[in-house]
């Protein structure tokens, strides 16, 4: 019967769903609508996933990102803007509060744009830095598109992030040949502080380094970041799951560059192509969260002994019983849901806890159980002896997945009176048992003794006497 609902559950869902779990209402926001054209083959690409797109300015009246207390839009992104304040409506208090509503915003930069201070404010409420001057550029004279970069090498030219890779999904793509590179023209790298919700999908190379073109004069001296220290495009997960990318190159989402034609300085080749279009596509899906979303669709825990009750999830267990936990996990993948299969080098583990964990267990797959849709992890263990109260709980977190946190409290009683063995059966209360019989054997055969016994001649006493 469970197993039954389990799979009518992820038919349903899969129906009503939206291409992303959390909803297809789109807010795109441009300096001027008419920006748009610039990047149409993005924004149809968004459309065709099903999304719903607005368009509006940062000073528009009318923009809003809330309605009677609830999100009026599911995601938000933001292309680069002239304008130093966005206005009432787009304050950092508003963003942040957006996030914390589960909201999901792409934000893009451009060098040749200063970031507003609503940016700024946003950005290091979630520990990333932008350079000083909030326009910043990213060069690099060993990796940049010598055709439309000869001079300024402004345009840099990246492999495709394969050091991001799962085992299992390839959140962010991975060329199919060698001859396609990502292209990264006049962006902004960012520094990332070193908080666990922080995690950069792309980095420049160890060659590049950002500064400001208006005073190269202290290039040299003051340099705001070099090589891994910048951050080109990065992500950042809250711990309600909410998602935020922050890409420094809001012109290598536009159509002149999606599916290019760049010439690698000192390449074998003559020309390469740009893997950006397949690239945005994986960065927006993942924000918009169309992947790497993990549920949980069922949890099952019972006693795993003979002749024990067949009740499911009870409140409360005994010291010493054995008990087996099942959980039952799913993973969206831009249109349906599929078994999430925890990676080879990683592990799914249960902890039995009371004010620390008493048992930390590793899940494994369970088959017999699992389904196209639905992978069952299941572990079975005896309860520590200590009565109290416990918690079955699945913490699992890693970065790109949405957050797995799973508690179930029970109760773990100490033994009733007539549930302990007796002694006779315990082997080491044997020579106890021995013990006791002697002591009460000799007892009774001393009372037997004195009671038994002849008593002396009184005749003789008294004769004596005299």
């Known amino acids: 019967m469970r197993s039954l609902l389990s799979v009518l559950l992820v038919v349903f869902v899969a129906v009503v769903s939206a291409?992303?779990?959390?909803g297809d209402r789109l807010l795109v926001i441009l300096e001027d609508v008419a920006d748009k054209?610039?990047?149409?083959?993005?924004?149809?690409?968004l459309e065709s996933r099903g999304f719903k797109i607005a368009f509006e300015t940062p000073k528009s009246e009318s923009l809003s990102l809330f309605h009677l207390g609830e999100r009026a839009y599911d995601h938000v992104i933001f292309f680069p803007t002239k304008s130093k304040g966005l206005g009432p409506n787009l304050?950092?208090?508003?963003?942040?509060?957006?996030?914390?509503?589960?909201g999901n915003i792409l934000l893009t930069l451009s060098s040749g744009t200063v970031a507003p201070t609503s940016f700024v404010s946003l950005l290091a409420e979630l520990d990333i830095q932008l350079?000083?001057?909030?326009t910043g550029l990213v060069v690099d004279h060993f990796s940049y598109d010598s055709a439309s970069a000869a001079d300024l090498h402004d345009v840099l030219l990246l492999p495709a992030p394969e050091n991001l890779r799962r085992?299992?999904?390839?959140f962010f793509g991975a060329a199919e040949s060698d001859d396609e590179v990502i292209a990264f023209p006049r962006g902004v790298g960012a520094a990332l502080g070193s908080g666990e919700l922080l995690t950069p999908i792309l980095r420049a190379p160890r060659t590049a380094y950002s500064y400001n073109p208006k005073e190269q004069a202290e290039v040299v001296d003051d340099l705001f970041g070099a090589g891994e220290q910048l951050a080109l495009v990065s992500a950042f997960q809250g711990r309600n799951s909410a998602r935020f990318?922050?890409?420094?190159?809001?012109?290598?989402?536009?159509d002149k560059w999606f599916d290019a034609k760049v010439k690698a300085v000192g390449g074998k080749s003559a020309t390469v192509q740009t893997f950006n279009r397949k690239f945005a596509k994986q960065v927006s899906g993942w924000t918009f969260q169309e992947i790497g979303v993990v549920r949980v669709n069922w949890i099952e825990h019972h006693l795993n002994e003979a002749g024990a009750s067949?009740?499911?999830?009870p409140a409360i267990y005994r010291i010493k019983n054995d008990v087996a936990y099942t959980i039952s996990l799913s993973e969206w993948s831009w249109s349906s849901w599929t078994a999430f299969k925890v990676p080879a080098n990683d592990e799914l583990q249960l902890e039995f806890s009371m004010l620390s964990p008493l048992h930390r267990l590793h899940l494994k797959l369970d088959p017999a159980q699992s389904s196209p849709e639905a992978a069952a992890y299941t572990v079975s263990f005896?309860?520590?002896?200590?009565?109290?109260?416990?918690?079955?709980?699945?913490n699992y977190k890693r970065p790109f997945l949405t957050n797995v946190e799973e508690k179930n409290t029970v109760s773990v009683r100490h033994m009733a009176h007539d549930e302990w063995p007796r002694s006779f059966v315990i082997s080491g209360a044997w020579p106890w048992i021995a013990g006791i019989g002697a002591t009460v054997t000799g007892w009774v055969a001393f009372c037997g003794l004195w009671m038994y016994s002849a008593s002396p001649d009184k005749k003789l006493a008294i004769k004596k006497t005299q």
């Open 310 to 313: 067949n009740e499911s999830n």
């Open 37 to 45: 054209a610039s990047y149409s083959t993005f924004l149809g690409d």
């Open 19 to 22: 291409i992303s779990t959390t």
């Open 245 to 254: 990318t922050l890409v420094g190159s809001a012109e290598m989402l536009q």
């Open 167 to 170: 085992d299992v999904k390839n």
């Open 131 to 134: 350079p000083v001057d909030r």
């Open 382 to 394: 005896k309860a520590p002896d200590q009565h109290g109260i416990f918690n079955f709980k699945v």
């Open 91 to 102: 304050t950092p208090q508003i963003l942040l509060q957006f996030i914390n509503a589960k």
